[in-house]
């Protein structure tokens, strides 16, 4: 009996032993991982001052390269917008198929897994992978970004609004089930006025995600600030690719301090 | 006189109020929310709207476009093959970006923690906080990419790059994800230790680490996940290596689309490893 008396003292000491075995763990995997990709933890980390000293010399904007600047932003503007588009037409899509196959107002079982499997399906592809297999077909054009962009977003959202129709849409539809109402009038007076304001907060979520990832897919494709950056880099003009950075920096906080606002207002 | 216990007369004397009908019950409130909420809706809709009809599309044949796009994902999908590579070489390169994942997130969740700690609200003098904290807002607002290309130049195509890359944009995410389940603790926490006489870096292991487990877990396994879809994108994009590279060079020089099919297969395993590994951890720390 006494043999298996938990004490304060015996508690602790276990907890500390699990904890040290899993930090000690950890630190075996990082040390072999580097010894596997060849990465000097000292020396990576010594060369990020040489790094930053470098970027403070060449990725300078000067005078000349202000001329660079009414291109760059009209790159951007179109980015922004290509990014909003994809959101809004990706989020009515994807809230077709959240209320389809979320677990409250999901006709039955079948579907529910099917739409499941879809998002994830649409998620979990690269979104690299899409990107160049549209460029085959679609060629070098802002179509093909948009609907790279779009069809990684719709895994996203409908993943992000079943999860937000499951939390929110409960209560209200359980209410409005009971005075008889249709499945129609559930889903259009109960559940979508429930869930809007959270249905915005990841909209404006994804608009901020989008213009970040529009830059990679605009490497990839050929457009928009991507394209941009990508050109000025690897002709090495740097101090044009320094304003480029900057202006999608001053974009993205612009952007999030924008939506932080809308959803002090909506929440 | 018929009354309840403690409480007004059930019988009240007949009020003199002249207007008989009650005021109407409204059933839609008006108030700044909905103002806000129609009026991010409808400029969200005309912006789309004038995006879409003002898409360049390079008088590509819709048509043609879309039966070519259907006929290479049944090459991709249908009948993926490991192609001139070989399973080995993309298995390789598929644990290079497996790695690179895990290392960055484990620099993203070491230098993360102790930014956190220094960034928090309710620890450290706000100037200091603050600066922090718009300095990773300065990071985060960098796409993954470009830091990885920006390392390129200056340290050399390679791994150093990607990692250093990848590990920037962890470490401003995890920072500010961090910093945010810190500011929840409770208060009293604090004080009770603070009263002890407890040191900084005292109060910051026996008081915080252990209440933040839970989140700091379930946030850094987010970050796993999202740092391999960076890994693939960075080894595509700046040519960092991993099988990333291997999908780029597959789809955008040899044009062996089954191959693309079969790594494609091959990262949708991995990131549904992940999320189930992810899953099953937040239940743990849930159930607790």
């Known amino acids: ?267 | 006189m018929i009354t309840k216990q403690g409480s007004d007369p059930l019988i009240q004397k007949p009020s003199f109020n002249k207007n008989p009908q009650p005021e109407k019950i409204r059933l839609r409130k008006t108030s700044a929310s909905t103002w806000m909420i129609n009026g991010v809706f409808i400029s969200l809709i005309l912006i789309t709207l004038y995006t879409l009809t003002h898409l360049n599309t390079e008088n590509v044949k819709m048509a043609d476009a879309f039966r070519g796009l259907m006929m290479t994902l049944d090459q991709m999908f249908i009948h993926p093959n490991a192609g001139s590579d070989g399973f080995m070489v993309l298995l390789e390169a598929l644990g290079v970006s497996v790695l690179l994942a895990i290392l960055t997130t484990i620099i993203g969740a070491v230098v993360g923690f102790f930014l956190a700690v220094l960034a928090s609200r309710n620890l450290t003098n706000a100037y200091f906080g603050a600066g922090i904290r718009s300095a990773m807002a300065m990071i985060r607002a960098i796409p993954t990419i470009l830091w990885a290309l920006i390392f390129s130049i200056a340290v050399g195509l390679g791994p150093t790059a990607a990692i250093l890359g990848l590990s920037f944009h962890s470490v401003a995410y995890l920072t500010k994800a961090y910093s945010e389940s810190i500011e929840e603790i409770d208060p009293a926490t604090i004080d009770a230790l603070k009263v002890t006489g407890a040191k900084f870096w005292t109060i910051v292991f026996q008081a915080i680490w252990p209440t933040i487990i839970p989140s700091l877990v379930s946030w850094t396994f987010i970050r796993l996940e999202i740092n391999f879809a960076n890994a693939v994108a960075v080894g595509a994009a700046a040519g960092a290596g991993g099988i990333g590279y291997q999908l780029f060079v597959t789809s955008g020089l040899s044009f062996d689309f089954h191959e693309v099919g079969y790594i494609v297969y091959m990262v949708i395993a991995v990131t549904i490893v992940l999320e189930f590994i992810a899953v099953r951890l937040r239940q743990h720390y849930l159930a607790k």
């Open chain 1, 1 to 267: 009996m006494n043999g298996s008396k938990l004490t304060a003292a015996k508690y602790l000491g276990h907890k500390r032993l699990v904890q040290s075995g899993v930090l000690l763990l950890v630190g075996l995997i990082y040390v072999v991982g580097c010894y596997l990709l060849k990465f000097d933890t000292i020396q990576g980390a010594l060369s990020i001052p040489k790094a930053f000293s470098w970027l403070a010399i060449n990725f300078m904007p000067t005078h000349e390269s202000m001329s660079y600047l009414p291109q760059i932003l009209n790159k951007l503007f179109e980015t922004v917008l290509m990014a909003i588009a994809s959101v809004v037409v990706a989020a009515v899509i994807a809230i077709f198929f959240a209320i389809l196959g979320s677990k409250v107002t999901g006709i039955n079982k079948f579907m529910q897994i099917l739409v499941r499997g879809i998002a994830s399906f649409f998620r979990n592809i690269p979104l690299v992978a899409w990107a160049m297999i549209l460029l085959f077909s679609f060629k070098q054009s802002n179509f093909t970004g948009f609907l790279a962009l779009l069809l990684m977003t719709i895994g996203f959202l409908i993943r992000a609004f079943m999860e937000i129709i499951e939390d929110e849409a409960g209560e209200a539809m359980l209410a409005l089930k009971a005075t008889g109402a249709s499945y129609f009038q559930v889903i259009f007076q109960a559940v979508i006025p429930q869930i809007i304001p959270s249905l915005i907060s990841w909209i404006l979520y994804m608009i901020e995600n989008n213009v970040r990832d529009a830059t990679l897919v605009g490497i990839l494709t050929g457009t928009g600030i991507g394209f941009i950056f990508d050109l000025y880099y690897k002709s090495f003009r740097f101090d044009a690719a320094g304003i480029t950075v900057l202006s999608i920096i001053v974009v993205v906080i612009i952007l999030e301090t924008l939506s932080n606002q809308i959803r002090k207002v909506i929440l």
